[in-house]
């Protein structure tokens, strides 16, 4: 059974370029383009990973994974933040959320899929 992972950003190309690089993986994806749209998606689907954007409008990534880590369902699935945000406190306060881990956008394929298969294992 293929898993499948939420993909959270407010640019249009970046979700179409991690969709496009999970798929050719074999990951079904869900897309939604910020915190407040991706708590609704995630009601009623079956998520394995979120991978979610900092700076979105609506509901950002912090407020996405505090949101998604007070439902039971989500409280230890991965959710990596991929985002331009490289400063220590940034990072900081996505641990403090929840974060899983972190990755620096622009990003390489290959590095997204290394992370993903490391915590879905």
Same mark, same amino acid.
């Given at each position: 059974m293929s898993k499948t992972i939420m993909t959270v950003d407010d640019s249009a190309s970046v979700r179409q370029m991690v969709s496009f690089t999970l798929k050719k993986e074999g990951y079904e994806t869900i897309e939604a383009v910020d915190g407040?749209?991706?708590?609704?998606? +995630?009601?009623?689907?079956?998520?394995? &990973? !979120?991978?979610?954007?900092?700076? &979105?409008?609506? +509901?950002?990534? !912090?407020?996405? !994974?505090?949101?998604?880590?007070?439902?039971?369902?989500?409280?230890f699935i991965p959710i990596v933040m991929l985002t331009t945000e490289?400063?220590?406190?940034?990072? +900081?306060?996505?641990?403090?959320?929840?974060a899983t881990g972190?990755? !620096?956008k622009p990003f390489k394929p290959e590095q997204l899929i290394a992370v993903v298969k490391k915590v879905l294992g």
């Open positions: 407040a749209d991706a708590l609704s998606k +995630l009601n009623g689907n079956t998520v394995h &990973m !979120i991978i979610t954007d900092l700076n &979105m409008p609506n +509901l950002d990534g !912090i407020g996405l !994974i505090k949101g998604a880590r007070s439902n039971p369902a989500f409280k490289s400063q220590e406190s940034r990072k +900081l306060e996505g641990k403090q959320a929840g972190w990755i !620096i």
